[in-house]
Every structure is written in structure tokens, then in C-alpha cells.
């Protein structure tokens, strides 16, 4: 399946949302119940409140989730219309996601958790991977069980993993909640440089603490 160079957003809001278009939530929102654009090559920070969805946009751009009305279309195609080995494809060369749970396996260590997905695609090197833990300031975390580390820790980990692929879209929800100003930047220099690497767009969402990126749109969720 061919990359991704647009996703556009058709008037969606979260079915939980329904009977709520008039309620402040939707109404001051820039996203639900909008027509946006996001193209291949954009720095987008998606801010948030709590409570308003910012973890439901990132799965119904992801796929796993499709409790929505409206449409979204990746290149003009409505994404529900794909099947499971096109999301499968998609998930693998075109969409990369760090989600907030982080989703790492807490009894693996922390290289075992990056490994195991760079397997998956053959797409960093050893020497490269061995270089963003340095980078991230984790090199000497590298053999410890992923549940033994700090959520900050954690997080670094599961950045190094989403980036094991190739992308057209970097999915990032709350990437740096547990991180102080000096990850923070240490994290953004990593991602700015591979997305630019591959022309990829990066798609954040905050609640707060943002990923410290020169952004070209800014939206309130």
C-alpha cells in the first residue's frame, strides 16, 4: 500500500459527544465538527483539556478505534473502508504512534522492548539504536526491566520504539507529560531530525507540558 501524503478530518466527533454539538467542549473545538488538513511534512500540536478527546483523535487516526461520526480520509479514502491488511501495512511503513499508555512490556528490558518491534520492520541499525539511548540519556538503562524504570524513563523508551519504522505520520500523545525541559528538548531534537530525515509529519497532542517543536499550526482541541 502506497504512503500516506494527506489526512483530512470531515466533520468527526466522538459518538460519546453525540447530542453535545452544542456544549462548549465541541463548540470552541478546532478539530470535532471541522474540516482540517493535516499533509505530510507538518509539525501540528493538537492542545488539549482533559476530557476532551485527546486520546480518542489519536486512536480514530491510528485505527483502533471507530466510534466516531463523520469521515476521515487518508489521501481521499475513508479509512473505514479499509481492511485488516491495509492497516497492518499502514501501521508498519506509514504510521508511526507513541500512545499515552505507553504500551511497553513491563518484564522485557528496555532494549528488548525496542528490539522486538525493530524486528519487526529491519528499519534501524544496531548502532543507531545503541545512539538514541545515549541520546535520551537512558544508555545505562538499556538491560533493566521496562516496569522497573520511571514513567519519564518509560517514556524516552517508547519514543526510541515508535521510531523503529519508517512513517509518513509520527502519532505522539503526551510524549513528554513526565519529562523535565532538558529531555523535553533532547526528545524534540530526536524526532525533528528523523521526521525531517523522511519528510514525515508530526502529529502531537498536549495536555500541558508540549513537546518542545517549532509547530506551523497550533490547534485547540
Not at 74 to 94: A, P
Not at 102 to 111: G, K, N, Q, V
Not at 143 to 149: E, K, L, S, T
Not at 159 to 170: G, H, K, N, S, V
Request: charged residues 20%.
Amino acid at each position: 500500500m502506497k504512503g500516506i501524503g494527506t489526512i483530512a478530518l470531515r466533520e468527526v466527533l466522538p459518538s460519546v459527544f453525540a447530542g453535545m454539538e452544542q456544549e462548549t467542549t465541541v463548540v470552541q473545538s478546532q478539530v470535532w465538527l471541522r474540516n482540517l488538513e493535516l499533509t505530510r511534512g507538518c509539525r501540528v500540536l493538537v492542545s488539549a483539556e482533559s476530557g476532551t478527546g485527546k486520546s480518542s483523535l489519536v486512536s480514530f487516526l491510528y485505527g483502533r478505534r471507530s466510534d466516531y461520526m463523520g469521515a476521515i480520509h487518508f489521501d481521499g479514502r475513508d479509512v473505514r473502508s479499509f481492511y485488516v491488511g491495509e492497516w497492518c501495512s499502514l501501521r508498519t511503513f506509514s504510521l508511526a504512534l507513541l500512545p499515552q499508555e505507553l504500551s511497553l512490556f513491563p518484564e522485557l528490558t528496555a532494549m528488548e522492548n525496542v528490539v522486538i518491534k525493530n524486528r519487526l520492520t529491519s528499519h534501524r541499525s544496531a548502532s543507531w539504536i545503541a545512539g538514541a539511548f545515549e541520546a535520551l540519556g537512558i544508555a545505562d538503562k538499556a538491560h533493566v526491566a521496562a516496569g522497573r524504570m520511571s514513567v519519564g524513563q518509560q517514556q524516552r523508551v517508547a519514543i526510541i520504539r515508535a521510531l523503529c519504522q519508517p512513517f509518513d505520520f509520527l502519532l505522539l500523545d503526551e510524549p513528554v507529560s513526565h519529562l523535565d525541559s532538558r529531555n523535553n528538548s533532547v526528545v524534540a531534537e530526536l524526532v525533528e531530525r528523523e521526521a525531517t530525515a523522511c519528510g514525515a509529519g508530526v502529529i502531537v497532542t498536549s495536555v500541558g507540558n508540549h513537546l518542545d517543536m517549532d509547530y506551523n499550526q497550533i490547534i485547540k482541541l
